[in-house]
């Protein structure tokens, strides 16, 4: 798993200029997704963090 510093996708500056973070709070939230639907462990890190800031 991606450490919080690490750079998400390995993405280190986007075209705007800003680096992607993972801003993951609860890693185990993204492990019930990736299990409970058969999600990659990276579409479901973003999907729980999606959904914790918005």
């Keep these: 798993?991606?450490?919080a510093t690490a750079a998400v996708f390995?993405?280190?500056q986007s075209l705007?200029?800003?680096a992607w973070r993972w801003?993951?709070?609860e890693p185990a939230q993204a492990?019930?997704?990736a299990q409970?639907?058969?999600?990659?462990e990276?579409?479901?890190r973003v999907l729980?963090?999606?959904?914790r800031s918005g």
């Design 36 to 40: 409970a639907y058969g999600l990659n």
């Design 23 to 25: 801003r993951l709070q």
């Design 1 to 3: 798993m991606a450490t």
């Design 16 to 18: 705007s200029g800003l």
């Design 10 to 12: 390995d993405v280190r």
């Design 42 to 44: 990276s579409v479901a």
């Design 48 to 51: 729980a963090a999606r959904a």
């Design 31 to 33: 492990l019930h997704l």
